[in-house]
């Protein structure tokens, strides 16, 4: 910042917010960072995945 006001030029600095699944539907005022984008879509990436025909056995199985 110090460097950027020393040369007369405008920057700006804000904190990363977590984002939400209600912040990517409504927004936050603002364009996400690329650090907030990358936070968000790694989200659960080391999860284990549900199984499909679990998912859908309530369904399948209904007479």
Request: charged share 30%; aromatic share 4%; net charge negative.
């Amino acid at each position: 910042m110090q460097l950027a006001e020393e040369l007369g030029l405008h920057a700006e600095t804000s904190e990363i917010k977590e984002l939400s699944e209600a912040d990517m539907v409504t927004g936050i005022g603002r364009n996400a960072t690329d650090a907030e984008l990358e936070i968000y879509l790694n989200k659960g990436l080391n999860e284990e995945p549900i199984d499909l025909n679990t998912v859908l056995s309530n369904y399948i199985n209904r007479k």
